[in-house]
């Protein structure tokens, strides 16, 4: 990677080991340069969003939460999320294998910019990447 | 002897023909003078006096004699009764008994019955008609003596309808209170007495039935002073401690007992006592509840279970997907094709599980209480679902205009799609032809989705509609099998009925009835 362009930061919160291999994988297939921090709890993933705030950590680019996730739900990280004075600007991507309308509007309520349900075939997962990719454009060309 | 016997014969022959004004009688205080006039006249002012009616008949009923009360009871005049039928007076119900009873005068010499006269007003009157013959050698006729017994049914109704009244209050199955305005007990009811477990009258409504509600004593005053608002108590829950410690519960009711507008002479007071009803009702509360519960934790369950069954099942597809990809070369086309096979039986088990959680949700109720839904809205938006089906097979759809009903569009459109979906897929060789109707069936609407489609056998019409049921491998009709059943539960929900009018080969239409909404 050393002289691409500068490796996306991802915040990916997710409990599933196998959903994140295939974030990964999406990631990969997409061809996006990027560098992966991994909560897999929410109360880890409020740690993560305090060592940013308190920049001993880089901020992320785009943040990517399960909503189905133990300790602290995928809803509270996001209320979190938003009260960071360093990152409460970034997209995010809520990922839930949920189909419920309510957890849909519950999600972009707290300002989600796409609701990403996990699906069952892997070229739809695969679609994930495409999704960072143009979510994370705005703030790729405001760091340039 | 033989003169004197003549002599007597003569007498006697003379009287009958009316030549005899006078007879002498020798008695023990010399002799005595008997005129026919003397003898008779007592008696005509007694029957022209007396107050009973009375009639002298012919051996026809035609009236030879009327005193003046018999007139006076018809209320006509006097002298235009003579010479008429009695029969002409009576009611014409009657006319048989009064055959009767002349027949039995004339055979017993005398005879009663009871008969009902038609006064001039043309009130029925009734009366006690007593007929006794009387013979003479030249003339029979009937005496009838005419009884008004209006005053005596008039009493015997009056004692009925008290003998009535009585038994009403006393067998009423309720316990009927009557009281006074200062609340003294006057009359009451067997029930009443058994409620407060001995004799009430004239004892306080207070001191007998210790009345609360709420926690708030319900006094005599607060009745009387209830209705006399003209607010009558309906049903007021109550309860009685009795001094054994039990209590009852009562519902009680109230109505005013108004003599003359604006005197209150006491109220009835009702006392139902509904305490094996209200334990009756606990129960079948506290089932209903552990009902509901259950139900929720069956449903609960049941949305998890086929809810995180599917997080594994989509992992294990998309896995099997990536294995495929990755190792194509390794795999081979065997190796492929089997990875392919584990990967569509993850997919079908997905769906099945889908659909599963569909129909748990089918009959759940959204949040609108009444709600209102376009029928044609819904068809328009299910057929652009299937746009590129319809497009694929060329299929026709012809739908009617239909109506507004009282549904949730959710389960409409579960319902739609599920119909027109299956009317699509279970097509025979032809395109298929589908056609949504609507008619008005009593006070429901009767929807129909026809197609030209492979039809279901006699002996399936029923089956289709339970969980699971499939008529087909899963070949050329693929499926869960749950569509029809959650199109049941949805009419069900709204105690309405889905059934298929069907013949195998010649296509099918599923018909279901949904109640009307506001246009």
Known sequence: MGDGPAPLNLLLVEDSPADVFLVREAMETEGLPFRLVLAEDGEAAMQVLNRVDAETEPAPHVLLVDLNVPRRDGIQVLERARRSPVCGGIPVIVISSSDSPADRQRAFALGASEYFRKPSTLDEFMQLGRIVRMVACPAKTSAV | ?519
């Open chain 2, 1 to 519: 002897m033989r003169a004197r016997l003549e002599q007597a014969e003569e007498t006697i022959r003379a009287i009958h023909a009316g030549e005899v004004d006078a007879v002498v009688v020798e008695g023990p205080r010399g002799p005595q003078v008997y005129t026919l006039q003397s003898a008779d006249h007592p008696y005509r002012v007694l029957v022209e006096r007396m107050h009973e009616g009375t009639v002298t008949l012919d051996k026809d009923g035609l009236i030879l004699y009327s005193n003046p009360q018999f007139a006076a009871l018809l209320g006509v005049a006097g002298d235009s009764v003579t010479g008429s039928s009695l029969q002409k007076y009576l009611d014409r119900a009657d006319g048989k008994l009064f055959a009767e009873l002349m027949e039995a005068a004339g055979i017993r010499g005398y005879s009663s019955g009871d008969v009902s006269l038609c006064s001039a007003e043309g009130a029925p009157i009734p009366v006690r008609l007593s007929l006794t013959t009387l013979d003479t050698d030249d003339l029979k006729c009937v005496s009838v003596l005419v009884t008004d017994l209006r005053e005596l049914v008039r009493n015997e109704a009056i004692m009925k309808e008290e003998q009535l009244s009585r038994l009403i209050l006393d067998q009423a199955g309720e316990g009927v209170v009557v009281i006074d305005p200062e609340g003294i007990i006057l009359r009451r009811s067997e029930s009443a007495k058994t409620l407060a477990g001995g004799s009430v009258t004239l004892d306080q409504f207070d001191r007998v039935f210790p009345l609360m509600v709420s926690g708030k004593r319900l006094s005599a005053r607060d009745i009387i002073a209830a209705v006399r608002g003209d607010e009558p108590l309906r049903g007021l829950e109550a309860s009685m401690a009795h001094a054994e410690g039990n209590t009852s519960a009562l519902l009680v009711s109230a109505s005013p007992l108004w003599s003359r507008p604006n005197e209150l002479l006491g109220c009835v007071i009702t006392l139902t006592d509904i305490t094996d009803l209200k334990r009756a009702e606990v129960v079948l509360f506290r089932q209903a509840q552990e009902l509901a519960r259950s139900n929720s934790d069956l449903r609960q369950f049941a949305y998890s279970a086929s809810h995180d069954l599917r997080e594994p099942l989509r992992q294990l597809a998309v896995f099997s997907e990536l294995i495929q990809k990755k190792f194509a070369a390794e795999l081979g086309e065997e190796g492929g094709g089997l990875i392919q096979h584990a990967v569509d039986a993850a997919h079908r088990m997905e769906k099945l599980l889908q659909d599963l959680l569909a129909y748990i949700q089918a009959a759940d109720a959204p949040q609108q209480a009444s709600p209102n839904t376009d029928a044609n809205d819904v068809v328009r938006k299910v057929l652009a679902n299937f746009e590129a089906r319809i497009a694929e097979t060329g299929a026709r759809i012809q739908c009617d205009t239909l109506p507004v009903l009282g549904v949730h569009e959710v389960h409409l459109v579960q319902l739609f799609q599920n119909l027109i979906g299956n009317a699509l897929k279970y097509r025979s060789e032809a395109a298929p032809e589908i056609h949504v109707a609507a008619e008005p069936a009593q006070d429901v609407w009767k929807l129909s989705v026809r197609d030209n489609g492979i039809g279901i056998g006699a002996d399936y019409q029923k089956q289709i509609f339970g969980l699971f049921q499939r008529l087909h491998g899963g070949g050329r009709y693929s499926g869960s099998g749950i569509g029809l059943a959650i199109c049941q539960k949805i009419v069900q929900r709204y105690d309405c009925k889905i059934w298929v009018e069907s013949e195998l080969g010649h296509g099918a239409k599923f018909c279901f009835t949904l109640p009307g909404g506001q246009s």
